[in-house]
């Protein structure tokens, strides 16, 4: 559920019209809900109600102080990727305490800063990178707290370019090694093995991998503890899927998931950690754009949208589908269910994949009207680029009746100051 509801003929974001927002800030904008945010959080975490569970936000789906600030007041902790992330969610307000680090490629440098900061652990994906932390953390005379992220060879059966818990993929550590890394972390003296992390992909619409993954996870932690190990939580990732297309997609409840897990883990006694982003972000956020022009070609009609694929990338890199409505109420607009068009909805972009929907069913649409892409709150504006020169576009955050610009729109001077020209090619 998100408060993305139309109104008096008109589509709000809570207690505000979206037309208001396009006015005030002009479009494309990402406008992203508050009530949605916290109550994505609250049912997740109802789901793990009697666990031991620690719910770290993916800041990678988006990584807004905003929105960042909104989950901080609402106990969420963080899982970050990189140093940029890490300084993000400690500038929130997330305690270093709820902050795990995770990703295949952490510098020094980012090892330093959150050891300095004293997070809850690192997920570690790799033997080198034990290797490395070990001589990071003896360099600062610390311990880290580590849990390393296994592979478990389980096909998520999501899109190829976000599933991570097969044998080919990158991620982990596979299978066979698990426990000769364990046993090499015990001989380094600056690192502790606290637990073990697992993520499958991401936009999972079914529980069976999971389960499968979550089940081989147990047995790892027990045949782990029997070598000494001592093993005391498990992060069991990210990636419950949401409904993108509701006609299409119906991801598990994040009871289900929880129920699910619940049973898998029977009487291990291990605390758990889960790592939300999309469930939490996706649906509490929308591109509002305006319509351009109306194109015909020969047998098809093109909806050009001002919105494009810098913007929102996910269609042109996951072939992802995103509900895209107008703002002025269709019933309003003599646009009823036997009234519908087929349009391309696409961006001003020179590339065909700059396409949001192709041949998709919508009440008619003319010039200067609004629309909005649906799903959009989870890697959305942390993937923009300024492809084509076009500057970053802003962020709103509506609370009630409220609402603030919480990224403002580049300019294109500050676009054009990141290139420097150098000495000889400068104007006398
Ligand atoms: C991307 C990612 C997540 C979040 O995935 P969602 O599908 O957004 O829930 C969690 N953990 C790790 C390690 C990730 O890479």
């Known amino acids: 559920m998100d408060h993305f509801q139309y109104r008096d003929g008109s589509l709000y974001a809570e207690d505000v019209n979206l037309s208001d927002i396009a006015a ?33 936000f993916a800041v990678k789906a988006n990584s807004n102080q905003a929105v960042l600030k909104t989950l901080a007041k609402e106990g969420s902790g963080a899982d970050v990727v990189s140093g940029g992330e890490l300084k993000r969610a400690l500038l929130a307000g997330i305690p270093a305490e709820k902050i795990v680090f995770s990703g295949v490629g952490k510098t020094p440098d980012e090892m330093r800063d959150a050891l300095s900061a004293n997070i809850k652990q690192f997920n570690v994906e790799s033997e080198a990178e034990l290797e490395v932390l070990n001589a990071v953390a003896k360099s600062m005379n610390m311990i880290a707290p580590v849990s390393v992220r296994v592979n478990p060879d389980v096909d998520a059966k999501t899109h190829a370019k976000i599933s991570t818990g097969k044998a080919e993929n990158k991620f982990g550590i596979p299978w066979v090694r698990v426990s000769r890394v364990y046993a090499r972390i015990a001989e380094l003296s600056n690192l502790n093995a606290v637990g073990v992390d697992v993520h499958i992909g991401s936009q999972l619409t079914d529980l069976k991998p999971f389960e499968a993954a979550f089940r081989k996870v147990v047995d790892l932690v027990i045949n782990l503890r029997t070598q000494g190990h001592d093993i005391q939580h498990i992060d069991l990732g990210g990636g419950l899927g949401i409904p993108y297309d509701p006609d299409a997609e119906t991801p598990p409840s994040p009871g289900a998931y929880g129920a699910m897990i619940n049973k898998v883990l029977g009487d291990l006694d ?8 999309r469930l939490i972000a996706g649906n509490a956020g929308v591109l509002l754009t305006s319509m351009l022009y109306e194109k015909e070609s020969e047998n098809k009609v093109f909806y050009i949208l001002d919105a494009a694929m810098n913007d929102l990338s996910r269609p042109a890199m996951y072939d992802a589908y995103h509900d895209i409505i107008p703002v002025k109420e269709p019933s309003q607009t003599g646009g009823e269910q036997g009234n519908k068009v087929s349009a391309d ?39 923009a680029s300024t492809y084509n020169s076009r500057a970053l576009i802003p962020e ?13 729109r580049q300019s294109l001077e500050d676009l054009i100051k990141l290139d420097q020209v150098p000495y000889w090619l400068a104007d006398e």
């Open 396 to 408: 709103v955050l509506v609370s009630g009746d409220k609402f603030a610009i919480i990224r403002k």
């Open 270 to 277: 291990c605390s758990i950690i889960l790592e939300p982003g």
């Open 24 to 56: 005030e800030v002009s479009t494309p904008v990402y406008v992203y809900s508050s009530a949605t945010l916290q109550r994505h959080f609250r049912v997740f975490n109802e789901a793990f109600e009697g666990l031991d569970a620690l719910i770290c």
């Open 345 to 383: 909805f696409v961006g001003p972009v020179c590339e065909t994949g700059d396409t949001f929907a192709k041949a998709r069913p919508t009440s008619p649409m003319t010039a200067g009207d609004l629309a909005v892409i649906k799903s959009a709150g989870a890697y959305g504006a942390v993937m």
